[in-house]
């Protein structure tokens, strides 16, 4: 397969550490956070030159996360000098600030509708509501940092240092279930199988899985890398990208348990985002290589912008297709992994 060969934008390079990125999902756009408080927006191509379009320092100490919102207006960030910040990309303004939004330093955010997610460094949850501004719910469940958040079903999945999965019933307003203690730090976390399945990273470079509603203690298991497994992201519902702290970017198929092959890497430098593009073709992943590198993923879906629609009753045709394509996708990565356009542009 050729598209995991065409050009890729160029990656960004920065003076220091970058903790968090997120693409636009309206615009060809990817911001990025930095250690020492940093937040720009870029303008990404293959064919120019990327161009830094925002640059501002709204914290004091890192940028721990941040997300665009669902228009793609406006830009949400989180640091670990506890405040909140939503900047106007319109105007390029901040536009809301909430200084003290923790008691400790936020290390997780997420954006679901109106809704905003953070996470604390003590194991703090917190809804807002991103009209208002007003906080919906806290939730003081865990003893350790909140690491990483996945929503589906109304229901909110807190992976946490503690080595416990937190899920909290946004409905009724409190905590659904607990998770025994792994006895490892648990990462980062991802829906998966249309919502069948929950798998989390760990410190100890383990996924672990839950199955939906049965949250009290993993039922699977799948010990596939050397080190932590920091940032997990669904490329459908059967694979994922995983960010290790050996500098890897993996590909790994879920139920059969699999490692696929690598996409890429950051040398030795661990990995603490990844994040997917709106049209799906890249990957996006940032490093304490202090850069932000794309990667072409336009393989993935090659099968499937080909593929009609299966008929009813034909089960066994289709996962012998599904079968064929991770293959395909695995012969791939073996061809062409590492690569990505090492021509840098400099913040």
Request: glycine share 8%; net charge negative; proline share 3%.
């Amino acid at each position: 397969m050729e598209g995991a060969k065409e050009r890729t934008p160029s990656d960004l390079v920065f003076d220091t550490h970058v903790f968090a990125l997120d693409f636009s999902p309206q615009q060809d756009c990817i911001a990025s956070g930095q250690i020492d408080g940093n937040v720009t927006l870029w303008s990404y191509s293959s064919m120019v030159d990327n161009r830094q379009i925002l640059h501002l320092q709204p914290h004091k100490k890192a940028c721990r996360a941040l997300q665009f919102s669902h228009t793609g207006q406006h830009l949400f960030t989180a640091s670990t000098d506890s405040s909140i910040k939503e900047i106007d990309l319109n105007t390029g303004k901040i536009s809301w600030g909430q200084g003290k939004a923790h008691a400790s330093g936020i290390n997780a955010m997420a954006i679901h509708h109106n809704n905003i997610f953070t996470g604390d460094e003590d194991g703090a949850v917190k809804v807002w509501d991103a009209r208002t501004k007003r906080t919906i719910y806290t939730f003081v469940e865990n003893e350790d940092y909140i690491s990483d958040f996945a929503l589906h079903a109304n229901l909110l999945l807190c992976p946490s240092g503690d080595g416990t999965l937190s899920v909290f019933d946004l409905r009724k307003g409190k905590l659904d279930t607990m998770s025994q203690n792994l006895e490892d730090e648990l990462l980062s976390v991802a829906v998966m199988k249309n919502g069948a399945k929950v798998v989390c990273g760990s410190q100890g470079g383990i996924l672990n899985l839950f199955t939906w509603g049965n949250f009290g203690a993993s039922d699977d298991s799948f010990p596939g890398h050397p080190d932590s497994i920091d940032a997990i992201v669904p490329i459908n519902g059967d694979i994922i990208c995983t960010g290790s702290s050996d500098g890897l970017i993996r590909v790994v198929n879920i139920l059969p348990n699999q490692l696929l092959g690598v996409i890429g890497e950051h040398e030795d430098y661990p990995i603490e985002r990844l994040s997917i593009s709106r049209d799906k073709n890249l990957l996006a992943s940032c490093s304490h290589d202090n850069t932000v590198k794309f990667w072409n993923i336009t393989y993935f879906w090659e099968k499937d912008d080909d593929k009609e629609e299966e008929e009813e009753g034909e089960g066994e045709e289709e996962k012998e297709e599904k079968k064929v394509h991770m293959e395909e996708i695995e012969n791939t990565l073996k061809q062409t992994v590492p690569t990505n356009n090492t021509t840098t542009t400099k913040s």
